[in-house]
């Protein structure tokens, strides 16, 4: 910055920051004369509110180089603590170790969570999180039941929830 552009940055500066030049130029003036003004000491409240509010000022201007860096740290605990929550679910539904609640089939990889009166597909678009969280944060509620993958699409088609594509009823007819 050359010295034009460093003068008329402190020109709108000072201008902007009034206060802060007469508090510093008071200060400045009162040391001359051996009188010393001892800074105003913050209260931890107002230390906290001025991390905080540093922490947010970085946080907007690095956004993207602090999303690049934590992705993968947070992919893994993330897909961690969805593999709990879904076991929490299970387990309290189907009891410990988890199965279906038709056929009895246990293997974990093709349990679902299923909504007993069906429209799982409304609500989980409406709910905007993961289901299974969703569903510890609601302290379980009792319109589910855990289904192997099978016996779900049987149900859903048994019930008539399958959807239907305007296509496959334009071939059909």
């Not at 107002?46 to 740290?73: C, D, F, G, M, Q």
């Not at 969703?134 to 699409?153: D, E, R």
């Not at 019930?159 to 334009?170: A, C, I, L, P």
Request: glycine letters at 4%; proline letters at 2%.
């Amino acid at each position: 910055m050359n010295k034009e552009k460093k003068a008329e940055y402190m020109k709108v500066w000072r201008k902007a920051n009034r206060a802060k030049c007469n508090i510093h130029n008071r200060r400045y003036r009162l040391k001359k004369f051996g009188i010393i003004i001892p800074k105003k000491k913050l209260t931890e409240q107002e230390k906290k509110e001025r991390k905080l509010l540093a922490r947010k000022k970085y946080y907007t201007k690095n956004k993207e180089k602090i999303r690049i860096r934590r992705r993968p740290y947070q992919k893994k605990y993330m897909k961690k603590y969805f593999k709990k929550a879904k076991m929490k679910v299970f387990h309290y539904y189907s009891g410990h170790p988890a199965k279906c609640a038709r056929c009895g089939f246990k293997d974990v990889r093709a349990l679902q969570l299923d909504h007993i009166a069906g429209g799982g597909v409304k609500h989980i678009k409406k709910i905007k999180m993961n289901h299974y969280a969703w569903v510890i944060k609601n302290k379980f509620p009792n319109n589910y039941q855990i289904l192997c993958a099978n016996c779900n699409w049987i149900k859903r088609f048994e019930n008539n929830e399958v959807r239907k594509d305007e296509n496959e009823t334009k071939i059909n007819s």
